[in-house]
């Protein structure tokens, strides 16, 4: 009984009639005419088809593809007819015959004019597509094709044709086509003469291609041997000739693969007829040399006609395949010049995903339209796909492809040769283009089909990426399909990889079979034309036009539609050509909305209602468009154009839909503009590097142009365009802030300007206003408050700003060149002063003497801005003077009088801030003004230079409701505090100090509560605004503390109509760091740490010079003393605070820089903190340190500083253990100081140490906000100098050097060392005491740490004593040598405890590896080379050079190789990962003995190998851990992947060579002869 199955095209309807072309066995022949549809797929043994209209004429524009497609044999096709418009060429009308599977296969040939054919296919697929353009027609062709059992040579040369072959091996092994000496004699084995371009070159040894002799079940790379190619349409060529009796139906076996007859065929490929080819999960390509993935009999089937190895891999060839996930190639000979003429393609296949392609490095000739040299991109397998663009000049892009594949082609001409192009790949899942009904997709009705973002074909399970429900309804050793086609059931609105469920795939005909069954409700009817007038949709065409529903009738109401228009490249410009829609104020009723971006939460651009057309640009390659109604009124709509471009280069007209008028320019000009920057282009020196710089800015601007030439951007040329720092379109004349040849160069076209109506409504007094105005003044920063659009985000706007600026457009005019006086008389305006003190200043505002003249007292006589007089360097709080202020805009009035401009390091003329004429300021670290005496942060000379100017400081009122908090530290209320606070409250307080991090405590609550503190509530916000990241609520009787990121906080407190309550009182100070709990003692004591500086207050003499000395300093502290007289800080009196170099605050133990004595007094009182991931601290001697969240990925914008200190008579030596960054060392990075001196960067993979000349280090990490990776792990030790002494050891001896001066430092020589074994004494020479003994002598300890062998010991000196004192300080050094496995590198540590030190050195175990004679190991073999006979019993044993009864060996792996610098290609094993390989291995002791022993019988590699050489890995292990891999060998029946338990040490050896005996060769070479 047969199966019929009909597979439908997608692009035409099922015309073609035939049997079921799924089947495994031969059809009984039979021959079926087609009608006369447009292409489809032909499965039958025979059949016919025809061109469209056939007999009649085709018609225009006509593109049509059928696909032969059979389960044996090969295609003969027959053309009887053709009559189809002719061309030498045939590049009008034309039928392409493609010998595979579709049209990215071998050209046969094309054929036109009126003629007949014959073309053979190689294979059992073969591909027609005919095209014809939209001019000539005629009645086009007849095609009658057939399955034949042999193929003919025509058009095949060099090719295997289903049982024959046309290749020039054919006649070595007797296969020869009938016809092959008629066709191919002459032209083989030359490249076959055969019409169109052959991809596949072939000569006598490289094959055709993949061929599946000895690979049936593989997978072939470019086809398949496995029996699912019959499901999947990519089967080899030979593939029903050699696997056809073998495979049937394709199954899986219980680990998921495909049962065959061979295990080297399953798992492993064969290079047999296959030289030159990639096989896929190995290559028979000479480049698997380079990449070592060659198949495992590569050297035998393809070594002779293999070249060497390339050194590198040669992208920079002209075209080639690329299969990997990512990958990069190159113009040819790049980075020198390309050559002329090239014609080069790479087709890239990953095979997965899609793909992202940018071109980093662009060097090409550039033409109009790219038409000299160019790289061109296809979305496809080949380059007849739709072009992506092209790529010339000095242009950088990126392309995304839609499916897995793309093409690449670049060509030159025969003129200008520059350096050409570096290009990346890489595969991944960047696009999304609508959101799903359903979650992910459903494996329900879709067993063995691929839904695109994720699979539910049986290798799921290997790649990883089974949709959720796949073990629900699909067996886990499913392949074959339960259906024809994906179903549309359960997966509404996504894209199923071969078909699709989204409302788009009407329009792209590419719908699911059931998508209306299942999908339809909620999908409109499939549109004849692209349906634009829906209710929004994705539009990627590089132009395009869409409308309202239903236009030009009514749009319905409650519309809301949303348009995604994303060409993918340049500048796109939208132009509404017809708008009626229900206009109200701002647009409220009907409107349409225009977002400079990808979604709607991306910056407005406008909107659009009434009847006023409009033309919108982007910023970037995407805008998005939202039409919305109400229920009231409806009209016709609009309709609305778009196209890609680059507008702003060229000289089309640009619209300025701001403007109240169409420009008078086409665009702003830089004649008299030099150096300003004119809004939608610049006349800056920087225009240059942004590339926005207007279109004749070298025609009147010089290339080196930073400063403006003129004191005003000109109106000239620019009538109607807003210049930025001034305007020239007509509603400057309401806003003041025309330019100043405004009326001279535009007025005739200007109308006039409106006039205003009302007072302002924020009139305080005469004089003072509380707050600055944005009247007059929008896009202006006024200090205290903002007129600018950053206002909104930052959460500084003034009061006015939203009545007085334009709230729709994101970056607001600039309408006054300079803030105005008005309505802000006694106000500091930023850039200028309404203030009286400006008279003295000389920064009064350019209105100042108009608005506020009367109401002004005299000058004052002390300042109203802080003076750089004695500050340089310093930062005053509103203004700066350090060098720095000219680049942040803040200096000082009198900075540039007072400080000298030319040092980048600014001076610092003072020790400390001086009030020395500024007295009533704030100062930054300390103030001037009256309340520094309620703060107790009064600067040095505050008493003696403003007491007289100043009153007793009155406590500020921060009970009210919200307000700005520019202080160190402060307190702060709800309102009517400890009263009830009042009914819908919503108070705002901005935490401002802007140095460092500020922690936030809430020391009584007493606020209504709901659950989630849904009711009343204060929101804590770690940034500027409440649009920052929310830290947390507060509600209820809870108390709580918040630590903010960086320098701000901005808290928020808010009521409803119903409870009220007493509400909270909260305070904040400025942290270095984090402590999760208030300290135990009220201020930190010197007791126990003379001579260290405890972070707020200081115990070192020079505490006394800068005032700053702890209370108890004097009680405890010498005056003059400078050094510490305590090895470090002390916790005793100081819980809970952190001393600088360590800390005695509960946190330490999570940021790993506790003071020594943190757990004798503080562990008890101090839980575990509760911080997030640490980064960067103060840490202390030695330890390790590593990037937030590591394991995990770190998080963006991470920008950690870890200061690293040690003793005075110290040095730090850093280790990089892991290290893994984004490969970008300009995006992620590490830096490295020694001191304040820089060491170096560290990127990706570039694992460093380094060695400080000093006893500090800083190491500081920064991210930016793309890519992230797993981070780094750091260790840092606290070492002697290389001056004081070092350490080395190997598995026979330990080595230990003391300088003798250091000794003397410490009043010792070198007669009274000596180690655990008093009778082990130095050596002692004019500088130095050596002590040199066995690793296992002078009472070394031996023990296991982490996995290594560590052996210790300790050196100590006898003391000189004077009656019952002593001048000698206890020496007690720790000495210990960590065998390692690789490690060469020695180092010396030092750790203080009371004078004690430790010296840490690194080594590694010497082991050997040797035959004997006999399985007594009582003979060693000393005969190199070691002369053998086959079969002969070997004897191998592997030891340490000095034998240790605590230790014992493992044999691990043993493999044989010819060579002994390469065991990786021809390579036997003995034993691998503990299990045996060879069946003539036997062991004698492996893991329980310190030395291992095994033997095997003599043998000889195939191909005149004379030599064998042996490799073993061995594990040393203790003898008495029972959890190592010594103790627990692998169990080789039944292998799994399990813990190894313990860490080991290892080694790796190689014993050789063996050779043959005389006798032996000449024997084996005699057998050769016979068998040849």
Same mark, same amino acid.
């Given at each position: 009984m047969w199966t019929l199955v009909v597979l439908c095209s997608v692009i035409a309807s099922c015309g073609v009639r035939g049997d079921n072309w799924w089947t495994t066995l031969a059809q009984p022949e039979e021959t079926v005419t087609s009608d006369a549809s447009c292409g489809g797929y032909l499965h039958s043994s025979s059949g016919t088809f025809y061109s469209p209209g056939y007999p009649d004429n085709y018609p225009d524009h006509s593109e049509c593809i059928w696909y032969l497609r059979f389960g044996s044999g090969i295609v003969q096709l027959n053309f009887p007819f053709i009559s189809i418009e002719d061309h030498p060429s045939c590049m009008y009308d034309a039928i392409y015959v493609y010998d595979g599977f579709n049209t990215a296969y071998r050209l046969l040939g094309k054929v036109c004019g009126n003629t007949t054919a014959t073309f053979y296919s190689t294979g059992v697929y073969m591909t027609v597509r005919f095209k014809s353009d939209g001019s000539i027609s005629s009645s086009g062709f007849r095609a009658d094709y057939r399955v034949v059992a042999q193929g003919s040579c025509r058009y095949n040369c060099g090719y295997?044709?289903?049982s024959c072959s046309c290749s020039s091996s054919c006649e070595y092994r007797g296969n020869c086509c009938s016809d092959y000496y008629d066709y191919c004699l002459a032209s083989t084995p030359e490249t076959p003469s055969t019409p169109g371009d052959n991809w596949w070159t072939v000569d006598d040894v490289v094959t055709d291609q993949p061929s599946c002799r000895y690979n049936c079940g593989s997978h072939m790379g470019s086809c398949s041997c496995s029996s699912s190619c019959q499901y999947y349409g990519n089967c080899c060529h030979d593939y029903h000739y050699e696997c056809l009796e073998t495979t049937t139906v394709p199954v899986t076996t219980a680990d998921n693969r495909e049962p065959t007859h061979d295990y080297f065929t399953d798992f492993y490929p064969s290079c047999r007829y296959n030289c030159g080819s990639h096989m896929g999960m190995c290559s028979c390509e000479n480049s698997c040399q380079y990449y070592g993935n060659c198949c495992h009999d590569y050297y035998y089937e393809c070594s002779e006609t293999t070249p060497e190895a390339p050194s590198t891999p040669d992208y920079t060839s002209c075209g080639g395949y690329l299969y990997g996930y990512s990958g990069s190639f190159t113009s040819p000979n790049y980075p020198s010049a390309y050559p002329h003429y090239a014609d080069c393609i790479w087709y890239i296949r990953p095979g997965y995903s899609v793909i992202r392609l940018w071109f980093s490095s662009v060097n090409i000739e550039s033409c109009g339209n790219c038409g000299c040299d160019s790289v061109s991109v296809y979305d496809g397998s080949s380059t007849s796909s739709s072009l992506l663009g092209k790529v010339c000049g000095r242009n950088t892009a990126t392309f995304y492809s839609t499916g897995s594949y793309l093409t690449v082609r670049f060509r030159t001409d025969s003129s200008a040769s520059y350096s050409g192009f570096r290009a990346f790949y890489e595969n991944g899942d960047y696009f999304s283009t609508e959101s799903p009904v359903t979650e992910q997709p459903s494996c329900r009705y879709n067993c063995g089909w691929n839904l695109g973002s994720c699979s539910c074909t049986s290798s799921c399970q290997y790649n990883g990426n089974c949709c959720p429900d796949y073990y629900d309804h699909c067996s886990s050793t499913t392949e074959w399909p339960t259906t024809e086609h994906p179903s549309c059931r359960y997966n509404c609105g996504w894209n199923l990889g071969s078909c699709s469920c989204t409302s788009s795939c009407q329009y792209y005909g590419n719908c699911c079979p059931d998508y209306y069954d299942e999908c339809s409700e909620t999908t409109p009817e499939a549109p004849s034309t692209p349906d634009y007038t829906s209710c929004g949709d994705y539009l990627y065409g590089y132009s395009g036009s869409f409308t309202s529903p239903n236009y030009p009738s009514a749009y319905p109401h409650y519309a809301d539609? !949303?348009?995604?228009?994303?060409?993918?490249?340049?500048?796109?410009?939208?132009?509404?050509?017809?708008?009626? !829609?229900?206009?109200?104020?701002?647009? %409220?009723?009907?409107?349409? /909305?225009?977002?400079?971006?990808?979604?709607?939460?991306?910056?407005?651009?406008? $909107?659009?209602? %009434?009847?006023?057309?409009?033309?919108?640009?982007?910023?970037?390659?995407?805008?998005?468009?939202?039409?919305?109604? *109400?229920? &009231?009124?409806s009209y016709s709509g609009f309709q609305a154009y778009y196209e890609v471009g680059d507008f702003f280069s060229t000289e089309s007209p640009v619209t300025d839909y701001f403007s109240t008028e169409s420009p008078v320019t086409e665009q702003p000009s830089c004649r008299y503009n030099c150096g300003w920057d004119l809004g939608s282009c610049s006349c800056t020196s920087s225009c240059q590097y942004y590339g926005n710089c207007c279109p004749d800015y070298h025609d009147h601007c010089s290339s080196t142009t930073e400063w403006p030439t003129t004191e005003h951007p000109s109106c000239r040329y620019n009538c109607g365009w807003n210049l930025g720092s001034c305007s020239c379109t007509s509603s400057c004349q309401y806003y003041g802030n025309c330019c100043p040849d405004y009326y001279d160069e535009c007025s005739a076209t200007t109308p006039e300007a409106p006039s205003t109506t009302g007072d302002n409504w924020w009139t305080v007094d005469d004089v003072v206003t509380d707050q600055p105005s944005c009247r007059y003044n929008c896009g202006s920063h006024m200090g205290s408050c903002s007129c600018s659009s950053s206002c909104q985000y930052y959460g500084n706007c003034c009061h006015d700003y939203y009545y007085e600026c334009p709230t729709s457009t994101m970056e607001p005019e600039v309408t006054t060149d300079q803030p105005s006086c008005r309505y802000n008389c006694g106000s500091h305006m930023g850039s200028c002063s309404c203030s009286s003190s400006c008279q003295y200043y000389g920064n009064c505002c350019h209105d100042y003497y108009y608005e506020c003249s009367e109401t002004t007292p005299e000058a004052p006589s002390t300042t109203d801005q802080p003076s750089c007089r004695y500050n340089c360097g310093s930062h005053m709080g509103s203004c700066s003077c350090s060098s720095s202020c000219q680049y942040y805009g803040n200096c000082c009035h009198d900075y540039y009088y007072e400080c000298p401009t030319s040092t980048m390091e600014p001076e610092v003329t003072t020790d400390q801030l001086s009030c020395r004429y500024n007295c009533g300021s704030h100062m930054g670290s300390c103030s001037c003004s009256s309340s520094c005496q309620l703060y107790g942060n009064c600067c040095h000379d505050y008493y003696y230079y403003c007491p007289a100017s100043t009153t007793e400081p009155v406590s500020p009122d921060y009970t009210s409701c919200g307000g700005y908090l520019y202080a160190y530290s402060r307190s702060f209320t709800s309102p009517n505090y400890p009263s009830a606070y009042p009914h819908y409250a919503d108070c705002i307080w901005y935490i401002r100090p802007g140095y460092s991090v500020i922690r936030l405590q809430f020391s009584s609550v007493n606020i209504e509560s709901c659950g989630n503190c849904g009711c009343d509530s204060v929101s804590v916000y770690d940034g500027s605004s409440t649009s920052s990241r929310l830290l947390g609520k507060v509600c209820g009787?809870?108390?709580?503390t918040f630590y903010s990121t960086g320098s701000y906080l901005t808290v928020r407190f808010r009521t409803d109509s119903s409870v009220s309550y007493s509400g909270f009182r909260a305070s904040y100070e400025v942290v270095d760091n984090f402590s999760t709990e208030s300290p135990v003692t009220e201020q930190p004591s010197c007791r126990y740490n003379c001579g260290w500086n405890l972070g707020s207050c200081s115990c070192t003499s020079s505490c006394q010079y800068y005032g700053n000395c702890c209370p108890d300093y004097y009680d405890h502290c010498s005056s003059t003393t400078e050094w510490p007289t305590t090895a470090q800080p002390s916790c005793r009196h100081n819980c809970g605070w952190n001393l600088g170099s360590c800390s005695c605050s509960s946190s330490c133990r999570y940021n790993g820089n506790c003071c020594p004595d943190y757990y004798d007094y503080c562990s008890s009182t101090t839980e575990w903190p509760t911080t997030a991931t640490p980064c960067g601290g103060y840490l202390f001697g030695s330890g390790n340190f590593t990037s937030p969240n590591h394991p995990s990925f770190y998080p963006d914008n991470t920008y950690c500083t870890w200061r690293l200190r040690a003793s005075s008579d110290q040095?730090?030596?850093?280790?990089?253990?892991?290290?893994?960054?984004?490969?970008?060392?300009?995006?992620?990075?590490?830096?490295?100081?020694? %001191?304040? #001196?820089?060491?170096?960067?560290?990127?990706?993979?570039?694992?460093?140490?380094?060695?400080?000349? /000093?006893? #500090?280090m800083t190491v500081?990490?920064? &991210?930016?906000?793309?890519?992230?990776?797993? %981070?780094?792990?750091?260790?840092?030790?606290?070492?002697?100098?290389?001056?004081? =002494?070092?350490?080395?050891? &190997?598995?026979?001896?330990?080595?230990?050097?003391?300088?003798?001066?250091?000794?003397?430092?410490?009043?010792?020589?070198?007669?009274?060392?000596?180690?655990?074994?008093?009778?082990?004494?130095?050596?002692?020479?004019?500088?130095?005491? !050596?002590?040199?003994?066995?690793?296992?002598?002078? =009472?070394?300890?031996? $023990?296991?740490?982490?996995?290594?062998?560590?052996?210790?010991?300790?050196?100590?000196?006898?003391? #000189?004593?004077?009656g019952e004192i002593t001048r000698q300080v206890h020496l007690k050094i720790n000495v210990a040598c960590q065998m390692d496995q690789d490690s060469v590198s020695q180092i010396m540590y030092l750790v203080e405890h009371t004078g004690n030190s430790s010296i840490v050195g690194t080594g590694k175990f010497n082991t050997s590896m040797?035959?004997?004679?006999?399985?007594?190991?009582?003979?060693?073999?000393t005969q190199v080379p070691y002369k053998v006979t086959l079969n002969q019993n070997?004897?191998?044993?592997?030891?340490? #050079?000095?034998?240790?009864?605590?230790?014992?060996?493992?044999?691990?792996?043993?493999v044989t190789s010819p060579s002994p610098h390469d065991f990786e290609n021809r390579s036997y094993y003995l034993v691998r990962n =503990?299990?045996?390989? *060879?069946?003539?291995?036997?062991?004698?002791?492996?893991?329980?003995?310190?030395?291992?022993?095994?033997?095997?019988?003599?043998?000889?590699?195939?191909?005149?190998?004379? /030599?064998?050489y042996i490799q073993c890995k061995v594990l040393i292990c203790q003898a008495s851990d029972s959890n190592s891999r010594c103790h627990n060998p692998p169990n080789c029946r039944n292998r799994v992947a399990r813990d190894l338990g313990t860490e080991h040490d290892s080694q790796t050896l190689v014993l050789g060579p063996i050779q043959l005996r005389a006798s032996e060769k000449k024997e084996e070479g005699t057998k050769e002869q016979d068998e040849a």
């Open positions: 295997q044709v289903g539609c !949303i348009w995604y228009i994303r060409p993918g490249y340049s500048v796109i410009r939208l132009r509404f050509s017809s708008v009626n !829609i229900e206009s109200c104020g701002n647009c %409220g009723c009907d409107s349409v /909305s225009v977002y400079d971006g990808s979604s709607t939460s991306s910056r407005l651009l406008g $909107k659009v209602c %009434g009847r006023n057309t409009a033309t919108f640009y982007s910023t970037g390659s995407y805008l998005t468009v939202r039409f919305r109604t *109400d229920s &009231s009124a009787r809870n108390t709580a040095r730090i030596f850093l280790a990089f253990t892991y290290l893994q960054l984004e490969s970008c060392c300009e995006c992620d990075y590490i830096k490295v100081y020694d %001191g304040s #001196s820089y060491m170096g960067t560290m990127c990706n993979n570039s694992l460093a140490t380094f060695h400080s000349s /000093s006893n #500090s500081v990490f920064r &991210s930016d906000s793309r890519v992230v990776a797993r %981070g780094f792990r750091a260790e840092f030790i606290s070492s002697l100098p290389t001056s004081s =002494g070092q350490v080395t050891c &190997s598995s026979d001896n330990m080595n230990i050097v003391v300088q003798r001066s250091y000794l003397n430092s410490l009043g010792y020589d070198g007669d009274n060392l000596y180690l655990n074994n008093p009778s082990c004494r130095p050596q002692i020479s004019s500088s130095q005491v !050596i002590f040199r003994f066995p690793i296992e002598g002078c =009472g070394n300890d031996k $023990k296991i740490e982490n996995g290594r062998v560590v052996y210790t010991n300790t050196l100590r000196a006898d003391t #000189s004593s004077y040797n035959f004997y004679t006999s399985g007594s190991f009582y003979y060693q073999v070997l004897y191998v044993q592997v030891d340490l #050079s000095r034998q240790s009864s605590n230790l014992v060996i493992f044999l691990d792996t043993c =503990g299990c045996p390989v *060879d069946s003539t291995y036997r062991p004698y002791y492996t893991g329980l003995r310190p030395y291992a022993r095994f033997t095997f019988k003599a043998f000889q590699f195939l191909r005149a190998a004379e /030599s064998v």
